[in-house]
C-alpha cells in the first residue's frame, strides 16, 4: 500500500484547526481565538499572499443600515427564488459590523467627509493586516503546508487533518477538537489569478468525512479576460468596451446599456472577439486606472492603448470560486454533516446568498467575513464541548484517492496527465457553458476513467509528488459531482444553463445535495419557505449513478 506517512512527521495539537489561507479562512481563525482557545492555520501556500482575494481587490457587500432592505432584496431577486432571506440579512449585517474590526487592527479605508468608506479593500494590505493581527493573537500559522486528509475519531467526528510541508519535506498532523475547511472552491488550474491553489481539496475532504456537497450543477462561472493574457479576471473595465469581430464588425453585446452576459459565449464559439474601452469616459478612466488597476495592467505592461487599440478577449473558467456550489453547511454555525466539521468562504456552498448566481466580488466577499467568523465560533465551541481528554481520542486518517492504494503493481498514474484531461472536459464552453444531457453523459464517462486512474499508485518520490497526487483526484473528484448535478437539474437557471431545457422551470424550487466517491448520487431539498427555511430540508428524492 503505497502511504504518504514518514517517520519525522511533525505532530501538533489544537483545539481547531483552520484549514486555508484566505479572507474567510484569517476571519475563522480569529473568532475562534477569541473564544480562548489554542487554533492552528494551515494553508497551501503563504497566508498572506496566496489565494484570489491577496492577488488583488475586492468590493464587499457592505452597504450602511438604511440601504440593508434594498441590497437584501435585490440580492434575493437575482437568485431567482432559490437564495434565502434570513441567510442573506445575516451576512450583510454581520459584515458591516466587522469592518470596523479590520481598521482597529491596522487596514486603512478611504475617507469621505472624514468618514471611512468600507465597500472594498486592497487584497494584498488587506491579508497582510489579518496575518498580522493573528500572530498578534497567538495563532499559530503553517505556511507552505497543504492539508490532504482529515483525521475522524471512532465515533466519526473530525479530530484533525494531515499534510505536508514542502519547505521541511515532510508530512505533518494536527489533533484537533475541531477543523474549518475555508481553502477556496474549485478553479481546476485555469490560470485566472490567484485561484491556482483552488483545487477543491476541501471537498474531496469533507466527502471522505460523510460531509455532503450541495449547488454543484453552479460550477460553470467563467469571467473575461484578455486572450494575450487570460489571467487576470477582473472586468469591469469591460463594462466600457465596444466588441467586434476580426473583420471589425460591431457584435453589439449590450442589453439596455449594460453588458449582456450571453453575449461573449456565443460570439467566442464563432470566432475571436476584440475589444475596445472606447466608451470609457475621462472620469471612467481615472477609475479603470486607480481603483481597477489589476485589471489595467496587462495593457500598461504591453504597452497596448485599451482605449483606441482593439485587444483579443476570451473567457477564463473560474469554476466554483465564483460560482456557487461547495461543502453543504447544516446549520447557522456553517456546521456540516460531520460533527467538528464546518465549512466556510468559497469552500462552501453559498447557495443561502446566492441562489444557482454567482456571488463573486462583493457578496462572497462578504460570504467570507461571516461565515468564518461563525465557522471559527462554531468550532471553537465544538472543541469546547470534548473536555480535557479532546487529544486521547483514536483517530484515523480518512484519505483514500490519490494518497493510498491496493494496487499490486509499481507503476504510477500521472498527475498532471489526468488534470490535462479534467480540464479537457471542464473548460471548453461548448462542454459547460452551453450544456446538454448527451455532452454531460459524454464528459462524464470520461472524467469516470480517470476517475479509476487516480485509483492507482499514486507518485510519493517527494512531498510535491504526494500533493499533487492528491490534486489530480481532487480535481477529478470535483468535476464528476459537478456535471453529475447539471446533469439531474433539468432546466436553465441563472449559470446553470442546459441547451436542452432552455427555461427556468418553478416546479425545480429546491437544492442539490450531492456526494459519493464511487458511486455518486443527487438529493433534491425543496425550499418551503424562502423566509425561514431550515437548513436541513426534507422531501428528498435521490439518484445513483454506479461506476463505469
Known amino acids: 500500500m503505497a502511504t504518504v506517512y514518514s517517520d519525522d512527521e511533525l505532530q501538533l495539537t489544537a483545539d481547531v484547526l483552520v484549514v486555508g489561507g484566505g479572507p474567510a479562512a484569517a476571519w475563522a481563525a480569529y473568532a475562534a481565538a477569541s473564544q480562548g482557545v489554542k487554533v492552528i492555520i494551515a494553508d497551501k501556500g503563504f497566508l498572506g499572499t496566496s489565494g484570489a482575494a491577496a492577488a488583488s481587490g475586492n468590493g464587499i457587500m457592505a452597504p450602511s443600515p438604511e440601504n440593508w432592505e434594498k441590497v437584501v432584496s435585490e440580492r434575493y431577486r437575482v437568485s431567482k427564488d432559490l437564495a434565502n432571506l434570513r441567510w442573506i440579512e445575516r451576512v450583510v449585517e454581520k459584515t458591516w459590523l466587522s469592518l470596523p474590526l479590520v481598521e482597529s487592527w491596522g487596514y486603512r479605508f478611504p475617507k469621505e467627509n472624514g468618514e471611512s468608506v468600507r465597500q472594498s479593500y486592497y487584497g494584498p494590505e488587506y491579508m497582510r493586516v489579518h496575518r498580522k493581527n493573528l500572530l498578534r493573537m497567538g495563532v499559530q500559522i503553517l505556511d507552505q503546508s497543504p492539508v490532504l486528509e482529515l483525521l475522524l ?108 452576459p450571453s453575449f461573449l459565449p456565443n460570439a467566442l464559439l464563432k470566432g475571436p472577439v476584440y475589444a475596445r474601452l472606447d466608451r470609457a469616459t475621462p472620469e471612467v478612466k ?125 507503476a504510477t498514474f500521472d498527475s498532471e496527465a489526468i488534470a490535462r484531461g479534467v480540464q479537457n472536459e471542464m473548460f471548453p464552453l461548448e462542454k459547460n457553458h452551453f450544456r446538454s444531457e448527451q455532452g454531460l453523459l459524454d464528459s462524464l464517462a470520461k472524467l469516470e476513467k480517470l476517475w479509476e486512474q487516480v485509483q492507482g499508485n499514486p507518485k510519493q518520490d517527494t512531498v510535491r509528488d504526494v500533493e499533487f497526487s492528491r490534486r489530480a483526484a481532487a480535481l477529478t473528484a470535483v468535476a464528476r459531482w459537478a ?6 437539474r433539468t432546466e436553465t437557471r441563472s449559470e446553470h444553463i442546459r441547451v436542452d431545457y432552455p427555461e427556468t422551470d418553478p416546479n425545480q424550487r429546491y437544492y442539490q445535495a450531492t456526494g459519493g466517491l464511487d458511486k455518486l448520487w443527487v438529493r433534491r431539498d425543496w425550499i418551503n419557505d424562502e423566509t425561514s427555511t431550515p437548513t436541513v430540508l426534507t422531501n428528498q428524492t435521490t439518484y445513483s449513478v454506479s461506476k463505469s
Open 286 to 410: 481615472a477609475v479603470i486606472e486607480k481603483s481597477h488597476f489589476i485589471a489595467y495592467l496587462p495593457f500598461k505592461k504591453a504597452g497596448i492603448d485599451p482605449y483606441t487599440e482593439r485587444v483579443p478577449v476570451t473567457l477564463v473558467y473560474e469554476g466554483t470560486v465564483r460560482g456557487t456550489g461547495g461543502i453543504r453547511i447544516v446549520n447557522d454555525s456553517c456546521g456540516t454533516k460531520v460533527p467538528g466539521l464546518y465549512a466556510a468562504g468559497d469552500a462552501a456552498s453559498r447557495e443561502f446568498l446566492a441562489g444557482l448566481a454567482s456571488g463573486g466580488g462583493g457578496p462572497n466577499a462578504a460570504w467570507a467575513i461571516s461565515t468564518g467568523q461563525w465557522a471559527g465560533e462554531g468550532a471553537a465551541a465544538f472543541a469546547k464541548s470534548l473536555g480535557d481528554h479532546v487529544h486521547e481520542r483514536v483517530a484515523s486518517p480518512a484519505g483514500q484517492v490519490g494518497l493510498r492504494s491496493e494496487s499490486s503493481t509499481t
Open 483 to 488: 456535471y453529475f448535478s447539471a446533469l439531474h
Open 153 to 260: 475519531a471512532e465515533d466519526g467526528s473530525v479530530a484533525g487533518a494531515r499534510g505536508v510541508q514542502r519547505q521541511h519535506q515532510r508530512s505533518y498532523s494536527v489533533r484537533a477538537g475541531a477543523v474549518v475547511l475555508a481553502n477556496g472552491g474549485c478553479a481546476f488550474l485555469s490560470k485566472a489569478l490567484g485561484c491556482n491553489t483552488n483545487t477543491g481539496d476541501g471537498m474531496l475532504m469533507a466527502v471522505e468525512a460523510g460531509g455532503e456537497l450541495s449547488s454543484m450543477e453552479a460550477s460553470n462561472h467563467y469571467a473575461i479576460s484578455t486572450a494575450f493574457n487570460a489571467t487576470v479576471t477582473r472586468g469591469v473595465p469591460f463594462g466600457w468596451a465596444s466588441y467586434t469581430d476580426e473583420d471589425g464588425n460591431d457584435l453589439g453585446g449590450y442589453v439596455n446599456g449594460r453588458r449582456d
